[in-house]
């Protein structure tokens, strides 16, 4: 039994190390853009939307290469959002202060994302050839409210891309995408770390109005 426990996770890390072998230079640059638009958005710095532009553009391509058609609207929309957060940053870049949504957004905000993510799973099960229909719906529906609420600079969207990014690992592995799922898993660790210093810099927001 351990042998074969053994034998299978030595063919999956092989499997695993090939496919990154594998990576489209496409792929490469759109994960290391993603990678720097996060860490820019942890340091709440405006040209984060500028990453963001670049490699969701490129991922547009790949997802929808991949069957994965719902990331692939994401991913459009991801590319437009960048612009709308850019120019939204850009705008108050004195007075955006980080906030904090009330229980009962939180509340109507997840139970609308789940019937719309229910919906759109179900449809795209029955009339199209998408891979793993529910998971990419629910992972696309709610990255749409997280990416808005980034751009509002509410506190608590670190707190969904958690759950979110931990989802697309699993998602992007099953489409052999496999540096992308290292980075949904960078992406996870860096959104606990966004959420500390985020909700850091709203106690000294909430202590300088004091």
Same mark, same amino acid.
């Given at each position: 039994? =351990? ?12 499997? *695993? $190390? %090939? ?17 720097? /638009? ?5 340091? =709440? !710095?405006?040209?984060?939307?500028? *990453? #963001?532009?670049?490699?969701? !553009?490129? +991922?547009?391509y790949i997802a929808y290469s991949v069957q994965l058609h719902l990331d692939a609207l994401l991913q $459009? *929309?991801? @590319? #437009? &959002?960048?612009? @709308? ?14 906030? @904090?949504?009330?229980?009962? +957004?939180?509340? *109507?905000?997840?139970? #609308?994302?789940?019937?719309? !993510? ?5 449809i795209f099960q029955k009339y199209t050839n998408q891979q ?16 808005? &609420?980034?751009?509002?600079? @509410?506190?608590?969207?670190?707190? /969904? ?5 931990? #989802? ?18 960078? /992406? ?6 966004? /959420? ?8 000294? %927001?909430?202590?300088?109005? %004091?």
């Amino acid at each position: 039994m =351990e042998i074969t426990i053994f034998t299978a996770m030595e063919q999956f890390f092989t499997n *695993f $190390l %090939q496919g990154i072998h594998q990576t489209s230079p496409f792929e490469w640059i759109a994960v290391c853009c993603s990678i720097c /638009y996060l860490l820019l958005a942890i340091k =709440e !710095s405006i040209y984060c939307w500028m *990453f #963001a532009f670049i490699s969701s !553009s490129i +991922y547009v391509y790949i997802a929808y290469s991949v069957q994965l058609h719902l990331d692939a609207l994401l991913q $459009l *929309f991801y @590319v #437009a &959002m960048a612009v @709308v957060g850019f120019v939204n940053w850009n705008k108050q870049k004195e007075d955006k202060k980080i906030i @904090v949504w009330k229980f009962k +957004y939180h509340f *109507f905000n997840i139970i #609308a994302t789940l019937i719309l !993510s229910l919906t759109l799973g179900y449809i795209f099960q029955k009339y199209t050839n998408q891979q793993s229909p529910y998971l990419d719906a629910m992972a696309t529906c709610f990255s749409l409210t997280a990416t808005f &609420m980034v751009t509002k600079k @509410v506190l608590e969207n670190w707190i /969904y891309w958690i759950v979110i990014d931990s #989802a697309l690992v699993y998602l992007y592995l099953t489409r052999n995408l496999e540096l992308t799922s290292v980075l949904m898993f960078i /992406y996870t660790i860096l959104a606990l770390k966004g /959420y500390f210093t985020w909700r850091k810099h709203y106690q000294t %927001q909430l202590a300088n109005t %004091q």
